[in-house]
T-cell receptor
């Protein structure tokens, strides 16, 4: 089955440590996205990439970094500079072939930083 | 201008009733309005979407109503079932640009 795989499902880190969240897709989609979900705030865009080796900041990029070395992979690093890193992180992808193609989401990674 | 405001934040409906969730937007350039459904521990999934050239779109028990002049759109779930209990997000975008999401509505259908 085609889809998006996020790993791990739960992640625990100590404050001051960087942590990398994995996102892999086998949908052959060009575009990939990272969203952060907090209660009552909806989904906020962190970074997105429309093509390999290129990415753009979203609305809340501070304290995060990404890379897009392969079409299938779009890892997100939460750095120690992110002030409130504890959240549910969602990766998504979409095709650039069709106008307004729907986002396909992974099942998320819940990150807890203490 | 980029915001999409969603209400209510939470909603409880009896089985068989109608669930209604509302969204409002400011940017008149938005031309794509999807709704996403999310179950606990899962990622959101596209439920239904509408373009501003129509005022209503129905898929099974789910209907989007769109009011372009009021810059509002809503999701109606007819004959609501316990399996519809989930968090619902409205969203909007201009062309192929990135989606702007509402704050989400946690819907509970009581049996």
């Amino acid at each position: 089955d085609g889809g998006i795989t996020q790993s791990p499902k739960y992640l625990f880190r100590k404050e001051g440590q960087n942590v990398t969240l994995s996102c892999e897709q086998n949908l052959n989609h060009d575009a990939m996205y990272w969203y952060r979900q907090d209660p009552g705030q909806g989904l906020r865009l962190i970074y997105y990439s429309q093509i390999v080796n290129d990415f753009q900041k979203g609305d809340i990029a501070e304290g995060y970094s990404v890379s897009r070395e392969k079409k299938e992979s779009f890892p997100l690093t939460v750095t120690s500079a992110q002030k409130n890193p504890t959240a549910f992180y969602l990766c998504a992808s979409s095709s650039r072939d069709s106008y307004n193609s729907p986002l396909h989401f992974g099942n998320g990674t819940r990150l807890t930083v203490t | 201008q980029q915001q999409v405001k969603q209400s209510p934040q939470s909603l409880i409906v009896q089985k068989g009733g109608i669930s209604i969730i509302n969204c409002a937007y400011e940017n008149t350039a938005f031309d794509y309005f999807p709704w996403y459904q999310q179950f606990p521990g899962k990622g959101p999934a596209l439920l239904i979407a509408i373009r501003p050239d129509v005022s209503e779109k129905k898929e099974g028990r789910f209907t989007i109503s769109f009011n372009k002049s009021a810059k509002q759109f809503s999701l109606h779930i007819m004959d609501s079932q316990p399996g519809d209990s989930a968090t619902y997000f409205c969203a909007a975008s201009k062309g192929a640009q990135k989606l702007v999401f509402g704050q989400g509505t946690r819907l509970t259908i009581n049996p």
